[in-house]
């Protein structure tokens, strides 16, 4: 049976200017914008996708990394299914946080659900600080999947999503 109303609910968090916003953005709309708003509290945005050939919404959470909207972002951990956790390849204070990041996670979420680690802005590679191998250790560590993207290049973007899609499921 087909069940349209079917959807996941998928949390970005991440420090601020990693790409999150720039990420949920290339996979809802397929476009990609160098200019830099940072985001102000949430925002979603849907896009349907067929997992196990069933389609389902997958609702992109996108939250503000700025320390001071982190009151706010807690407030959505708990009613996601899949959360990706960002850093930016070029910003080794962004990969050093990730572990703070997956602290907030496992302190103020339901357990039961998927986590990603992304490494995000793999197109810049001669400014690259944080190595593939890195960000697979780190991730082994966590005990989650990982996976670097290019919001600019859409290097990886439907495969993260698909992934963690059919994770869920
Ligand atoms: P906050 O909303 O402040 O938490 O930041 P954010 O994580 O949402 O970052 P955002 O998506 O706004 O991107 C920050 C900057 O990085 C923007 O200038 C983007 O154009 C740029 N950017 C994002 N993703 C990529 C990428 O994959 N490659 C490159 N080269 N630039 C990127
Ligand atoms: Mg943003």
Same mark, same amino acid.
Request: aromatic share 12%.
């Given at each position: 049976?087909?069940? @349209? &109303?079917?959807?996941?609910?998928i949390l970005i968090i991440g420090d601020t200017?990693?790409? /999150?916003?720039?990420?949920?953005?290339?996979?809802? @709309? &397929?476009t990609f914008n160098e200019t830099y708003?940072?985001?102000?509290?949430?925002?979603? /945005?849907?896009?349907?996708v067929e997992v196990n050939s069933q389609p389902v919404k997958l609702q992109i959470w996108d939250t503000a990394g700025q320390e001071r909207f982190k009151t706010i972002t807690r407030n959505?951990?708990?009613?996601?299914?899949?959360?990706?956790?960002?850093?930016?390849?070029?910003?080794?204070?962004?990969?050093?946080?990730?572990?703070?990041?997956?602290?907030?996670?496992?302190k103020f979420s339901n357990n039961s659900f998927c986590k990603y680690l992304v490494g995000n802005k793999c197109d810049l590679q001669e400014k690259r600080r944080i190595t593939y191998g890195m960000g697979?250790?780190?991730?082994?560590?966590?005990?989650?999947k990982f996976f670097e993207s290019s919001a600019k290049t859409n290097k990886n973007i439907?495969?993260?999503?698909?992934?963690?899609?059919?994770?869920?499921?």
């Open positions: 049976m087909i069940n @349209e &109303e079917r959807y996941f609910k200017g990693v790409g /999150k916003s720039c990420v949920m953005v290339r996979f809802t @709309e &397929e708003i940072s985001t102000i509290g949430v925002d979603f /945005k849907v896009r349907t959505y951990y708990k009613g996601s299914q899949g959360i990706l956790m960002v850093y930016d390849v070029t910003n080794s204070k962004s990969f050093e946080n990730i572990k703070n990041w997956s602290k907030e996670v496992d697979e250790k780190l991730a082994n560590e966590l005990g989650i439907d495969e993260i999503f698909n992934s963690i899609a059919i994770d869920i499921d």
